[in-house]
């Protein structure tokens, strides 16, 4: 079983649609990171987290510190955020990420 | 914030040579790592870059295939070497500082390799 898991793996909605995109893990961490990519490859990280929750414009993310639990939330979907979103953790006892699988959006118009 | 550059951003090359791939912080970073991502799956940590001194590698990375240098807190250079097709992949410079209760990740736009 894998550090970390991500729900669902691929992931088709409308515009203008509220997405939830969800992130479990399995370790004691310090931080949870969402990451975008887009087609080209490279990455952004959207969010830091290692408690409650962050908004930033139409993205939303969230921590349950307890259950081991995140969820990035997308609302009012549009094209542009079709991409893989990809939650990282970093252990509370060390310096790399560990990576899920990456969700694949696709927006439609 | 910092920003990272990655030179080249893609390349095709033979069977049997090597590739060195730059990477460029805008700011000084205490932590450089490089990750390889092929295709369709999630980053793979291939090694931490350390300023000064060698690489440390992940399980299943070897210091003879990937060739690691760090000079200074702003730079880092990654070699693939001796390319099979195997290698074709997309490989990631990231930096992360982490001080005073903030954790923080930049990542390159990556480098997209294709071994024939």
């Known amino acids: 079983k894998n550090e970390v898991e991500q729900s669902p793996q691929n992931l088709t909605a409308q515009e203008g649609e509220f997405i939830t995109i969800n992130c479990s893990y399995s370790v004691g961490i310090s931080a949870l990171h969402w990451l975008q990519q887009h087609p080209g490859g490279g990455i952004v990280s959207l969010f830091m987290?290692?408690?409650g929750k962050k908004k930033h414009g139409r993205l939303i993310a969230t921590i349950n510190i307890q259950e081991k639990h995140s969820s990035l939330h997308i609302t009012a979907s549009h094209p542009r955020d079709s991409a893989v979103y990809i939650c990282?953790?970093?252990?509370?006892?060390?310096?790399?990420?560990?990576f899920g699988e990456g969700t694949q959006l696709t927006v439609n118009p | 914030s910092a920003v990272i550059s990655q030179k080249p951003s893609r390349d095709i090359c033979q069977r049997g040579t090597s590739l060195t791939i730059q990477c460029q912080v805008d700011s000084q970073v205490t932590m450089m790592f490089w990750y390889r991502q092929q295709p369709g799956q999630s980053l793979t940590l291939i090694a931490t870059?350390?300023?000064?001194?060698?690489?440390?590698?992940e399980s299943g990375f070897v210091i003879d295939k990937f060739p690691i240098s760090r000079p200074n807190l702003t730079f880092s250079t990654l070699t693939v070497s001796n390319m099979s097709p195997e290698d074709s992949s997309i490989y990631l410079c990231?930096?992360?500082?982490?001080?005073?209760?903030?954790?923080?990740?930049?990542f390159g736009p990556g480098t997209r390799l294709t071994v024939l």
């Open positions: 870059a350390n300023q000064g001194s060698e690489a440390t590698y």
């Open positions: 990282a953790v970093r252990r509370t006892s060390g310096s790399r990420l560990t």
């Open positions: 987290l290692s408690s």
């Open positions: 990231s930096a992360g500082r982490r001080e005073l209760g903030t954790d923080t990740q930049y």
